[in-house]
């Protein structure tokens, strides 16, 4: 199964962690893979073009379906693989709404994260606008206020004591927040949250691989 699928990822890429947690979760290791150099801008090439003419990673073919958006990609592989490995979408319906909910509010997260880290990244810093950089960064800080309640409320994980397809899909968000300088001071309920999953199997073996190397930029530390 595992041998006809191929993951052309990045190290540090949101999306293609996600999708590499959800094949540990569901027990899908030996796949084909490829880590792709954002640096040297490798996502742009054909041999990713191929796979996904966006010229994003991940870049993800199961058989013959490509599925390259990292939400569509771990839902199919839940489907396709529900009675191997970890059962990823509660039967409760309780847990299945909450977990359900959760998992798509995290996209507004994600892009708030984004949209920081671009405008350091594209926007040279003396040209930066300090209208935009607080915008930007209230912006986040009440995204982040959110999740603190939400995290308050629950156990280990985000639709309770169970690890879900919301996880798999969240815990990305997160370590890349405190790779980037979060503080565990201002938001205890994320830090427990982000403690609490770091060493599970699945996140352990996926970790981008220059986070263990290299020191992450603090651009985060006054959110």
Known sequence: MAK????????????SWRVMIMLEEKQ???YNQKLISLQKKEHKTQEVLDINPRGQLPAFKCGKHILNESYAACFFLEN????????????SPDAQALMYQRLFEA???????????LYNYRVPEGERHDSAV???????????????G??????????????TLADVLFFPNVAFLFRLGLSSERYPALTKYYNGL????????????HWQTTPGPGIMNTV
């Open 150 to 163: 939400y995290l308050n409320k629950t156990d280990c994980c985000l639709a309770g004591k169970e690890f």
């Open 107 to 117: 996209v507004p997260l994600y892009q708030k994260i984004v949209e920081i880290v």
């Open 28 to 30: 899908l290791q030996g």
């Open 198 to 209: 770091k060493d599970r199997p699945s996140i352990k073996a996926t970790w981008p691989p």
């Open 4 to 15: 006809d699928m191929t993951l052309l990822w990045g190290s540090g890429s949101v999306p």
């Open 134 to 148: 607080q915008r930007n960064k209230e912006g986040l800080t009440a995204e982040l206020k959110l999740w603190e």
């Open 80 to 91: 396709q693989y529900k009675s191997q490995g970890t059962k990823l979408i509660p039967d």
